[in-house]
């Protein structure tokens, strides 16, 4: 069983900038790919990014390539999601989803959510 607790959502100006953290619980957390998905109002859930249990392989959908970067730290249990020129149309509700051992960005495949962190960009 692991539980995925996402922090540091908020309001920001377009352009500025956040970092999302996931913490997760459990002994077997690098065993867990980790991917970012967000929900916009009347917005079906997508994937934004993604990274392996090792860390050495990541993923990013093209609309936040060169903007967003994910990383994790295995021995706190804990993966980040750096978010720089942030855009209006970034605001959403954010959600960290663990799948054990391979990776995958379809929102069907993941075994664990969060709960979500409301990010507001404002333009």
């Known amino acids: 069983q692991v539980q995925l607790v996402e922090s540091g959502g908020g309001l920001v100006q377009a352009g500025g900038s956040l970092k999302l953290s996931c913490a997760a619980s459990?002994?077997?957390?690098?065993?867990?790919?980790i991917t970012w998905f967000r929900q916009a109002p009347g917005k079906e859930r997508e994937y934004v990014v993604g990274i392996r249990g090792t860390g050495v392989s990541t993923y990013y959908t093209d609309s936040v390539k060169g903007r967003f970067t994910i990383s994790r730290d295995n021995a706190k249990n804990t993966v980040y999601l750096q978010m720089n020129s942030l855009k209006p149309e970034d605001t959403a509700v954010y959600y960290c989803?663990?799948?054990?051992?391979?990776?995958?960005?379809?929102?069907?495949?993941?075994?664990?959510w969060g709960k979500g962190t409301l990010v507001t960009v404002s333009s």
């Open positions: 989803a663990a799948k054990l051992l391979s990776w995958s960005s379809s929102k069907d495949d993941m075994d664990y």
């Open positions: 459990g002994r077997t957390f690098k065993q867990y790919s």
